[in-house]
C-alpha cells in the first residue's frame, strides 16, 4: 500500500498579501495532510484592506502547468477558485473531461465571483459559462448566498436555491452563511446531497479575520473526499476545520487578517457541528448531560421472554427490537401490544433501563421511559415529532454510522448514540463499511452524548476491545445465545476488564469514511 498523500489540483488566483486563494488552499491541504498541487489561473495584487490589480494567466499558460501535473501528479480531486476568463472555465471544463476518460476525478467548485471587498470578478459570459460548461461538471458547489443567487440569476430561500443549482447537474451544493449574521450565533451551511439535506451549525466565531474563509472551506472539503469522505461528511469535515482556522486567524496588515487552517480541527467535541432533519434550523443548545449510570452489556433481543432471560441474567440495560413482519395483521399487533408491556413491566421491577426500538407511538402510549429509533425513523418524523421526543423526558437512543448522521443525533439530546457497525456484522444488511476500533474511538471521543458499540461484537474479545475504546454501552445481539445466564456473566467481565484498561490509541486525528 502506498504511503502517498492523495493529491489534489487547486486552480485559482494567487494572493500577495497571503490571505486567500492559493495560500488558504496550501494551509487547508496540510491541515488534512493531502498534497495540493497549486495551478495559477490569475495573478492578484492585494493586501489586507484591496485589490490592485488582477491578471489572469494566458490559456496555454494554465494549460502547461495542468499538463505538468497530469504527468507525474494525478488528482483524486480538482478545486477550482478564481477562474479569470470564460477561456479559463472553458479550458478547466476540457481538462475534467480528459482526467475522467482516465479515472475518476471529483470537482469542487468555488465560484469565485467577487472579492469581500467588493471587486466583481464575473461577467454576464463567465456566469452563462458556469451554468452551461462547469456546474454539470461539478460534484460539489460551495458558493456563498449572493455567489448562488447570481449563478441562478435571482434570489430565493437557501433551500430552494440549493434544489434549483442542483437541477443544473450539481449533485451536491453547500451554500455558505458564515457572511449573513443574525441573533442566532450560529454559523449556518446549507447542505443539499445524495446523503442527506440539512443545515449545519456552528458557534460563529466573533472576529474580523476571516480572509480566506470561502476558499479554505471548498478545499477542505476537496481534501476530504480525496481521503474517500463522502460529499456530506467531507462537508462535516470542512466546517470544522475552517471555524478552526477562523478561531486561529490573526492580523497581518490594518485590514482583515487571513484565517489560518491548521491540524488539530478533528479532535476537537466543540467543532463538530449540529445539523437539522429539516429545513427548520433547529437545534438543541450545546449543555453538558447530566450524569448516569454507565450502559455497561446492551442485550439486544426480540421478545419479552428473551428479555426476562437477559434481566434474570443481572443485564440492566435491553432493547426490544421486535421488527413488523410483510403480513402483520391485527392479532400480530396485540402480540406486539403485549409484548412492549410485559417488557416495560419487567424492567420497571429490576430498574434496568429498557429502549424500544420502531414502535415509538405504542411504546410512549404503554409507558416506555427509553427508545431507540433509526436515523431514518426520525427523518420520518415531523419537526413537532422530534421536538416532542427531544423535550418530552424520553431517554432516546439514536443510530449512527456516519458524521452527518452523528451531526444530526447531536440536536436531539440523546441518552447515547450508537456507533456502528464496529465489526462486519450479518444481523442486517447495510451500506456501511466496519467502523473499526479507530473510528469507534473517535465517537467516544468527539459525541455529545454516551456511546454505545454495535455490529459484530460475538465474543468477550471483541467486547472488551470495544470497552477499551472509551464506549459507554456494548451490545450484544447474538453472541448472548441461548443460555444468558452463562454467556452474560462473561462478557459482563471482558467489558469492566477494557473499561479499567488504557484506552486503544487512535491512528490518526481524522476518522476513516465511513460508507
Known sequence: MSDRPPVIWSIAGTDSGGGAGLAADQRMADAFGVHLGSVVAAITAQNSQRITHIAPVGSQRLDVQLAALEEDMPPAVVKTGLLGTVEHIERVAAWIDRLRSRAPVALVVDPVLAASTGASFATGDSLRAYRELLLPRTTVLTPNRSEAARLLGEEAEVPVMAQRLQAMGVPTVCIKGGDNADDSGLSLDWLSSPNADGWLASERIATPHNHGTGCSFATAVASAMALGFVSADAAVLAKMATTHALVHGYAAGAGAGPVRARPGFASLPERLPRMSWSASPMFMPRKPAPPRRALGLYAIVDSADRLAAVLDAGVRTVQLRIKTPADANDAWHEGLR????????????????????DHWQLALQLGARGLHLGQEDLAALTDHERHELTHGGIA??????????LCRAATMNP????????????TKA????????HNLGWWCD???????????????????????????????VRGIGEDAAHTVPAFEAAIESGKRMPRIARHSELPHPSL
Do not use: K
Not at 452524548?449 to 464506549?471: F, K, M, N, Q, Y
Open 338 to 357: 403485549e409484548q412492549i408491556g410485559r417488557s416495560i413491566a419487567a424492567c420497571r421491577a429490576v430498574d434496568a433501563e429498557l429502549f424500544v426500538n
Open 396 to 405: 432516546l437512543g439514536i443510530s449512527s454510522h456516519s458524521l452527518w448522521e
Open 415 to 426: 441518552r447515547y448514540v450508537a456507533c456502528g457497525p464496529v465489526w462486519p456484522t450479518l
Open 430 to 437: 447495510m451500506p456501511w463499511r466496519p467502523q473499526g476500533t
Open 446 to 476: 468527539m459525541s455529545p452524548a454516551p456511546v454505545v458499540a454495535i455490529g459484530g461484537i460475538l465474543d468477550t474479545s471483541l467486547a472488551h476491545e470495544a470497552a477499551r475504546c472509551g464506549a459507554d454501552g456494548v451490545c450484544i
